[in-house]
């Protein structure tokens, strides 16, 4: 399964800086507003020291991580949301995402001069959060238009739909994200086709100097407390160092960096696991002499569903799951050894995958 997190902010926020550090694909980063034709698109490693654990018991060819599309949106400016065709084609690139990271810049510089004239990261972050609201109520009130002319002729589906748009009408009109809203599993069916903007689960990044990365600042308070409501994650990064720590090459550099920083890790790592977590998404693994992978799954999915992900004929044609759990495979050694120890368990359909379940999956088709 593919999971793809958006990038967006305000231009001159550092949003693209970051994509750079965590993502394979490099993206120029530019002093002008609103200077990129399309949004960037990067495949990044999703950080799991168990592989190498792993590997230390499996000699293999290869450890293949699991990983996570990032799109880094180009840069909004106030009031893009509308009769802009790019900066609709920009927003147009959110809705293909499971997930945003809104970057916000809680730093000051006089060589990089903010668009909007001064650094204020909860301005910043309600002229994005309108152009996303002005989009789904757009895309709301359309849909609204057609489902009650539906009702009128007595369609009793359609009279349903109108009440969960309405609300959702209001929610916008207050200036308020519909993930804050709660919904019925039939409620979701009036909505899931818009596939609106502020429904997603969104995690703020905040940009920070150098001197900043370890303990933030009064910007990064200011997020905090304003982002309470919304049970939303957070994060301090500090862009520019995590810029200079990628382009290292050597670990040891890298490690000697950080300790001179005082970060236990890259920032990024950070923000790919938290991306990751607050998806509700988890590993399983398959181990063999030729590759040790991880795999991405949905939290609470099936031993066939998970079978699915790796192929499609493996959920298909599912016989059973031979399953092993990460930590008894460490503490045990081989496949063998587990057995022994009564850790080695055959499971059926029902079985419920568990974050490093090591399986086997048998299959006929």
């Known amino acids: 399964m593919s999971l793809k997190c958006g ?5 001159m926020t550092g949003k693209t800086t970051i994509f750079n550090c965590i993502s394979n694909t490099k993206a120029q980063v530019s002093a002008a507003a609103f200077s990129a034709a399309k949004a960037n698109l990067g495949v990044v490693n999703v950080p799991d020291t168990r592989l190498k654990e792993l590997e230390q018991f499996q000699p293999t060819e ?25 900066a609709n084609r920009f927003l147009a690139d959110i809705r293909q995402t499971d997930a945003i ?113 370890v303990t933030g600042n009064a910007y990064v308070e200011k997020v905090r407390e304003a982002i309470v409501r919304e049970n939303a994650e957070m994060l301090v ?14 670990e040891s550099d890298r490690q000697s960096f950080l300790a001179e920083a005082g970060l236990a890790e890259p920032g990024v790592h950070k923000l790919v696991r938290a991306a990751y977590s607050f998806l509700n998404l988890q590993t399983f693994f398959t181990v063999g002499p030729k590759e040790i992978r991880a795999w991405t799954i949905h939290q609470g999915m099936t031993a066939p569903q998970a079978a699915g992900v790796i192929h499609s004929d493996l959920e298909r044609g599912f016989i059973r799951a031979e399953v092993m759990k990460y930590n008894d495979f460490i503490k045990y050694g081989t496949e063998a050894k587990c057995k022994e120890a009564g850790k080695f368990f055959v499971e059926g359909k029902n079985y419920v995958v568990g974050d490093g379940d090591i399986l086997h999956i048998r299959f006929n088709v």
Not at 187 to 212: E, G, Q, R
Not at 237 to 250: R, T
């Open 101 to 213: 990271i809104h970057v916000l810049r809680c730093f000051d510089s006089v060589s990089i001069p903010h668009i909007e004239g001064s650094v204020d990261p909860l301005r910043d972050k309600e002229i994005v959060d309108f152009e996303l609201q002005i989009r789904d109520l757009e895309s709301v009130e359309k849909k609204l238009i057609k489902v009650e002319r539906a009702a009128k002729t007595g369609d009793k589906d359609a009279k349903v739909m109108a009440v969960v748009l309405e609300r959702c009408k209001e929610q916008l009109e207050s200036f308020k994200p519909i993930r804050e809203m709660e919904f019925s599993k039939d409620d979701h069916k009036a909505i899931d086709d818009l596939f609106l903007l502020t429904i997603k689960p969104v995690m703020y990044v905040c940009n920070v100097d150098d001197k900043s990365a």
């Open 62 to 86: 290869q450890l293949v991580p699991a990983t996570v599309e990032i799109v880094d949106i180009p840069g909004l400016t106030k009031s893009t949301g509308t009769g802009d065709s790019q």
């Open 237 to 250: 990064i500090a862009g520019a160092l995590e810029s200079e720590i990628a382009e290292l090459e050597d």
């Open 7 to 11: 990038i967006v902010g305000l231009s």
